[in-house]
């Protein structure tokens, strides 16, 4: 939380209607245009996701991964800032790609495939004559292949 505040000036009431008995909902950015006219703003019940939003990118579908336009300002500033959403979501893929086997890339289901009985049939075939043979019971790479093609 203090890493995340480093990142913003003092909070302030930026309307004439915010209730002044409760904390304040304007935090403009240090690194970016999101100052006293335009802060970050954010709500009671959850004091720290726009601003943690605003620093790193969201995680949400159709929302932007890359968070603050001045993060490149800060980092080259010697600032310790955590990882972008997109930067994680790079990280994990890579080794995502890392782990997976040489059928996974092929079979791996994308957005927008759909199932083929015929495709998974012929995989089955070939886990089927595969696993006739004895000493290819070690590692089932075929079967993971199929099973994760459903």
């Given at each position: 939380?203090?890493?995340?505040?480093?990142?913003?000036?003092?909070?302030?009431?930026?309307?004439?209607?915010?209730?002044?008995?409760?904390?304040p909902l304007g935090y403009p950015c240090l690194w970016c245009s999101r100052d006293k006219n335009?802060?970050?703003?954010?709500?009671?019940?959850?004091?720290?996701?726009?601003?943690?939003?605003?620093?790193?990118?969201?995680?949400?579908?159709?929302r932007s991964t890359i968070g603050c336009p001045g993060r490149l300002t800060a980092k080259?500033?010697?600032?310790?800032?955590?990882?972008?959403?997109?930067?994680?979501?790079?990280?994990?893929?890579?080794?995502?790609?890392?782990?997976?086997?040489?059928?996974?890339?092929?079979?791996?289901?994308?957005?927008?495939?759909?199932?083929?009985?015929?495709?998974?049939?012929?995989?089955?075939?070939?886990?089927?004559?595969?696993?006739?043979?004895?000493?290819?019971?070690?590692?089932?790479?075929?079967?993971?292949?199929?099973?994760?093609?459903?």
């Amino acid at each position: 939380m203090d890493l995340l505040l480093a990142c913003f000036e003092t909070p302030f009431h930026s309307k004439s209607n915010d209730d002044k008995s409760k904390r304040p909902l304007g935090y403009p950015c240090l690194w970016c245009s999101r100052d006293k006219n335009n802060p970050v703003r954010v709500s009671h019940s959850n004091p720290t996701g726009n601003l943690k939003a605003h620093q790193d990118g969201s995680t949400q579908d159709g929302r932007s991964t890359i968070g603050c336009p001045g993060r490149l300002t800060a980092k080259a500033q010697g600032h310790d800032i955590p990882l972008l959403v997109a930067e994680r979501y790079a990280r994990d893929e890579a080794e995502r790609k890392k782990k997976s086997g040489p059928l996974d890339s092929f079979i791996t289901k994308t957005k927008g495939s759909k199932f083929n009985n015929l495709t998974f049939n012929q995989g089955m075939c070939v886990w089927l004559v595969r696993q006739a043979l004895p000493w290819s019971r070690l590692a089932d790479s075929w079967l993971r292949a199929c099973i994760n093609y459903i």
